[in-house]
């Protein structure tokens, strides 16, 4: 069974800055695409980054442009998501997951690691 684990998610105030990690298992982690996701209390669960297994190409939703950066750290099979200048409206649960290169659904999810920022 796949598993990915997010970790990191606090309370923070605004502009503060959090990094979240997502562990992936060592059999995917060098062949699937990750991505970070979240999800705020009534609405949809958004991608805000992902970046490629093969070559290391990251990509951004406009709302976190500039302001999140995502990584991966080939050595301990970890992605991590830079979050700085965190705004009240970038409370949420993140969530991480993996995809196959060919595919374009994320397959495997993390269970959540949730970001509260505060006034």
């Known amino acids: 069974q796949v598993r990915m684990v997010e970790f990191g998610g606090r309370l923070v105030q605004a502009g503060d800055s959090l990094r979240l990690s997502c562990v992936a298992p060592?059999?995917?982690?060098?062949?699937?695409?990750i991505g970070w996701f979240r999800q705020a209390p009534g609405k949809e669960r958004a991608l805000l980054a992902s970046i490629r297994a093969n070559d290391g190409r990251a990509d951004y939703a406009d709302s976190v442009k500039g302001r999140f950066t995502i990584s991966r750290d080939n050595t301990k099979n970890t992605v991590h998501l830079q979050m700085n200048s965190l705004k009240r409206d970038d409370t949420a649960i993140y969530y991480c997951a993996a995809k196959r290169m060919t595919l374009s659904a994320y397959e495997y999810w993390g269970q959540g690691t949730q970001v509260t920022v505060s006034s």
């Open positions: 060592e059999s995917i982690f060098g062949t699937y695409h």
